[in-house]
């Protein structure tokens, strides 16, 4: 194997993403043959014994990609030290270690990538590669022409302005409406900040959205499936 950075090869190992990684070799969790390694930059080759809390890691031979629709009240993460139900363990029968790419709030359904390929997680949470999300909302009351155009040129939120988004009426449900928001951020409740910024605040929120994939609507919430080598593909390429 080439020589890599510790943190990509841990990446690679399906430890966790490569910033993921960084901050555990950051907390002393990393050795190398026995060190601790806590600065960024050291090279490995894999011949090393490389340990992680103690435990080796291994580079993972098998990648998996699953597409899950998650429920809401579930947690966006592979673990949680208060007890919570998490995303992952939704996913049975698969030995791989996996992770979630990005998050989606404890009350947000809908799609989520979920995967051991730690290169692929860190290129699709990365904000500079501006992933197009697309999400369906319940908001109070309904969105008019000015609202729209709001999105349009970006919203002024309390961290700052946000990139020009997209905002569409698709339908009705009582005195409320249905709205389709696309962004090409990930900041913390974004889509939920926005519509607050608008005064037609969500009343339900669900990603249908990643990038070029569509949630399968055969997957009712907590249902996952493996992504098509055609998808895996299409995530690869952007
Ligand atoms: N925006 C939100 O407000 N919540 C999510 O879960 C995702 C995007």
Known sequence: MEE????KYLAECGVASRRGAEAMIVEGRVTVDGKVVTEMGVKVTGRERIAVDGKPVKPERNKIYIMINKPVGVLSAASDDRGRQCVVDLVEGIRERLYPVGRLDYDTSGLLLLT???ELTMKLTHPSFEIWKTYEAVVRGEPNEGN?????????LDDGPTLPALLTVT??????????VRIREGRNRQVRRMLEAIRHP????KRTGFGPLELDPDLKPGAWRHLRQDEIDKLKQL
């Open 4 to 7: 890599m950075r510790l943190q």
């Open 148 to 156: 729209v155009k709001r999105f349009a040129e970006g919203l002024e």
């Open 171 to 180: 339908g009705h449900k009582g005195n409320n409406a249905i709205a389709e």
């Open 116 to 118: 051991n390929d730690g």
């Open 202 to 205: 969500v009343l339900k929120l």
